[in-house]
């Protein structure tokens, strides 16, 4: 088992940046796929980007290519979301997910068993 916990939320103006952490223990984070999702209130919970366990490919969501990256410490068991050029929509409540399955798809939310408690993301206008 995987334990997750999410940091580096907080409040940025418009065109800011912030990079979000996913700290892991109990499994090295190389084993699994992992993705960051993110849930804004009254809206469902979208997929952000991801990691492939086997060769570190990486996806993004269409309203965050260009601005986001999510990159992997294995060294230190942590994955990162840079994110840049941040906007308003952006505000969310960001969460960290783990999964050791391996399918052509991995943005669903079903997929993942391992979920850390979230980070929130506020930006201003």
């Known amino acids: 088992q995987v334990q997750l916990v999410e940091s580096g939320g907080g409040l940025v103006q418009a065109g800011g940046s912030l990079r979000l952490s996913c700290a892991a223990s109990g499994r090295t984070l190389s084993s699994y796929a992992i993705n960051w999702f993110r849930q804004a209130p009254g809206k469902e919970r979208n997929f952000v980007a991801g990691i492939r366990s086997s060769d570190g490919r990486t996806y993004y969501g269409d309203s965050v290519k260009g601005r986001f990256t999510i990159s992997r410490d294995n060294a230190k068991n942590t994955v990162f979301l840079q994110m840049n050029s941040l906007k308003s929509e952006d505000t969310a409540l960001y969460y960290c997910?783990?999964?050791?399955?391996?399918?052509?798809?991995?943005?669903?939310?079903?997929?993942?068993?391992?979920w850390g408690q979230g980070t929130q993301v506020t930006v201003s206008s």
């Open positions: 997910a783990a999964s050791l399955a391996r399918l052509p798809t991995m943005t669903a939310p079903e997929l993942y068993s391992y």
